[in-house]
């Protein structure tokens, strides 16, 4: 997540990749923060004893640094992104092909030999 790309690059069957994991180094963009570039192999260190959390407080590490940590836990750290919320009606991110697909109600029970009389799919 702090790049937009796998620490490990994909490498063919899931065993390889697992080999890779445990043997290869990650690599690390040029353009990390140097807090970053010191956070991220102690989070992917092997040995879980050793990891971040466990031995030493992540709380405390200086990429956490302008966290305020009781007012998160408060819930009183106002979000910097508020993504918009469409109205119920707005369809204008659905595909025009995609309504194509969309089947009537009556077409999907038409097979069934009994159905509920109480139930019905018309408002």
Request: hydrophobic share 35%.
């Amino acid at each position: 997540m702090a790049t937009g790309s796998l620490p490990f690059s994909p490498s063919g069957s899931i065993l390889r990749q697992f080999f890779a994991i445990k043997k290869n180094t990650p690599y690390y963009p040029y353009y990390m923060s140097k807090e970053m570039l010191d956070l991220l192999p102690k989070l992917l260190e092997m040995d879980e004893n050793q990891r971040i959390g466990v031995n030493g407080n992540i709380r405390e590490h200086a990429f956490y640094s302008t966290v305020k940590w009781e007012e998160l836990e408060n819930r009183r750290v106002k979000t910097p992104f508020q993504p918009g919320m469409p109205s119920a009606d707005d369809f204008t991110e659905i595909p025009l092909s995609f309504s194509s697909q969309i089947r009537n109600e009556e077409t999907n029970l038409a097979d069934f030999s009994h159905v509920d009389p109480s139930w019905s799919w018309q408002e």
